[in-house]
């Protein structure tokens, strides 16, 4: 070959490929060996692999910088930084008819790290002098959405609050929860403090009663809201409300309208908001037209399985009779049904 280059481009592509023979020469001759011009090419050959630098490859692609006469390749390497051009960078925040939209809090950031904060002006724009890269980022600050974890919940149970905003990392937003349609400051039925971290903070509460005001006309859920403020005036609020399901019974009743006074029959009642296990207690009452009506006897306790409780009770006599249906454990129910006719 007429190739008498000396260079990286003489070098295998591969491990397992050999350099050219003029490679070869020039690392005999850059390894101080005065035989080297002397040398056929099998032997110069033989010297390379017995280098066993096909494991050792930093080594055999650094050999061509001594036969260049340079210890250090990188010794007149200039810094890429100091190539780069100073220039100018800005951020223009426009509406959505393409005006400026001034008055908006802002962060400036650089790789991630906060370099300014501050509201825009009445040009809406932030420029930057004298910057080497384009490594710039600005964001609008706001608390962009709140959102409970779920959509029914009850009493007792944890409860997540997930908050999403912008330019507000590491920063304390409060949270005050309202039951919907009551939503003054006065009004709220708990305050806590959420911490943002890469956007998004998170919150967990457990409702309990106490929290809520007693309301005869409430029902059998409480509807609630969550609102996040931040002390610069930022603020916002979940679009869809948490259905806090209070623990109640729902309906009672006899498996039948009437029966005979020999027949057994089934007394049941639905609850929500209590756990498994809770006992509940039945009370069959008499109907006396003339008078009070006379309470017959009190069952045997019953276990909420599921959301419903039943018994079993024979009528003694034939009469018009009623029962109820009570909890009293920390939530104190009760609930009556209507009429059984036992003949």
Same mark, same amino acid.
């Given at each position: 070959?007429?190739?008498?280059?000396?260079?990286?481009?003489?070098?295998?592509?591969?491990?397992?490929?050999?350099?050219?023979?003029?490679?070869?020469?020039?690392?005999?001759?850059?390894?101080?060996?005065?035989?080297?011009?002397?040398?056929?090419?099998?032997?110069?050959?033989?010297?390379?692999?017995?280098?066993?630098?096909?494991?050792?490859?930093?080594?055999?692609?650094?050999?061509?910088?001594?036969?260049?006469?340079?210890?250090?390749?990188?010794?007149?390497?200039?810094? =890429?930084?100091? /190539?780069?051009?100073?220039?100018?960078?800005?951020?223009?925040? /426009?509406?959505?008819?393409?005006?400026?939209?001034?008055?908006?809090?802002?962060?400036?950031?650089?790789?991630?790290?906060?370099?300014?904060?501050?509201?825009?002006?009445?040009?809406?724009?932030?420029?930057?002098?004298?910057?080497?890269?384009?490594?710039?980022? =600005?964001?609008?600050?706001?608390?962009?959405?709140?959102?409970?974890?779920?959509?029914?919940?009850?009493?007792?149970?944890?409860?997540?609050?997930?908050?999403?905003?912008?330019?507000?990392?590491?920063?304390?937003?409060?949270?005050?929860?309202?039951?919907?349609?009551?939503?003054?400051?006065?009004?709220?039925?708990?305050?806590?403090?959420?911490?943002?971290?890469?956007?998004?903070?998170?919150?967990?509460?457990?409702?309990?009663?106490?929290?809520?005001?007693?309301?005869?006309?409430?029902?059998?859920?409480?509807?609630?809201?969550?609102?996040?403020?931040?002390?610069?005036?930022?603020?916002?609020?979940?679009?869809?409300?948490?259905?806090?399901? /209070?623990?109640?019974?729902?309906?009672?009743?006899?498996?039948?309208?009437?029966?005979?006074?020999?027949?057994?029959?089934?007394?049941?009642?639905?609850?929500?908001?209590?756990?498994?296990?809770?006992? =509940?207690?039945?009370?069959?009452?008499?109907?006396?037209?003339?008078?009070?009506?006379?309470?017959?006897?009190? /069952?045997?306790?019953?276990?909420?399985?599921?959301?419903?409780?039943?018994?079993?009770?024979?009528?003694?006599?034939?009469?018009?009779?009623?029962?109820?249906?009570?909890?009293?454990?920390?939530?104190?129910?009760?609930?009556?049904?209507?009429?059984?006719?036992?003949?």
């Amino acid at each position: 070959m007429n190739d008498d280059r000396f260079g990286d481009d003489a070098l295998p592509r591969h491990a397992d490929e050999l350099p050219s023979i003029q490679f070869l020469r020039g690392w005999a001759r850059g390894s101080a060996d005065p035989e080297a011009f002397a040398l056929d090419d099998d032997e110069i050959l033989r010297r390379w692999r017995a280098q066993d630098r096909r494991f050792a490859p930093h080594l055999e692609y650094g050999t061509h910088t001594s036969a260049r006469g340079h210890a250090d390749p990188l010794h007149d390497a200039v810094p =890429l930084q100091s /190539l780069a051009q100073p220039h100018r960078i800005g951020f223009v925040v /426009l509406d959505g008819v393409g005006e400026p939209f001034p008055e908006l809090a802002f962060v400036l950031l650089h790789r991630g790290r906060e370099l300014e904060r501050g509201v825009l002006g009445n040009d809406a724009t932030v420029r930057r002098a004298d910057v080497t890269d384009d490594e710039y980022t =600005l964001q609008l600050v706001g608390i962009d959405a709140v959102s409970w974890g779920a959509r029914h919940a009850g009493l007792g149970e944890p409860i997540t609050l997930h908050v999403r905003a912008t330019g507000l990392d590491h920063r304390s937003l409060e949270v005050r929860v309202f039951e919907e349609f009551r939503e003054r400051d006065d009004d709220e039925l708990t305050t806590t403090t959420i911490t943002v971290n890469s956007g998004i903070g998170v919150a967990v509460w457990t409702p309990v009663r106490s929290h809520l005001p007693e309301d005869p006309a409430r029902g059998t859920t409480a509807t609630l809201v969550a609102e996040v403020r931040h002390g610069d005036g930022h603020w916002a609020k979940t679009d869809i409300p948490l259905m806090l399901e /209070l623990p109640t019974i729902v309906t009672v009743g006899w498996s039948a309208p009437s029966s005979t006074s020999d027949v057994a029959v089934e007394l049941g009642a639905t609850t929500q908001g209590f756990a498994d296990g809770t006992t =509940l207690e039945f009370d069959v009452w008499r109907v006396d037209w003339s008078g009070d009506d006379v309470h017959v006897l009190t /069952l045997d306790t019953a276990t909420i399985i599921g959301g419903r409780a039943t018994a079993s009770w024979i009528p003694e006599l034939p009469a018009e009779y009623w029962f109820s249906a009570s909890v009293s454990t920390n939530e104190l129910a009760t609930a009556s049904s209507g009429l059984l006719v036992a003949t």
